[in-house]
């Protein structure tokens, strides 16, 4: 496994120029997801 260590701005660069090389899964609750949420996140609550 590859790992990478980013910045939210470098995080976001790399997610702007290659959205379909990335799965951003959102661990929050359902409600707190549904309040907001990067696009394209996948939920799966952690609790």
Not at 3 to 27: H, R
Request: aromatic letters at 8%; one cysteine or more; proline letters at 4%.
């Amino acid at each position: 496994m590859l790992e990478k260590t980013l910045k939210a701005k470098e995080l976001y660069e790399e997610i702007e120029a290659n959205p379909d090389s990335f799965c951003i899964i959102d661990v929050r609750s359902d409600d707190e997801y549904n309040s907001g949420t990067i696009s394209g996140a996948r939920c799966i609550p952690y609790n």
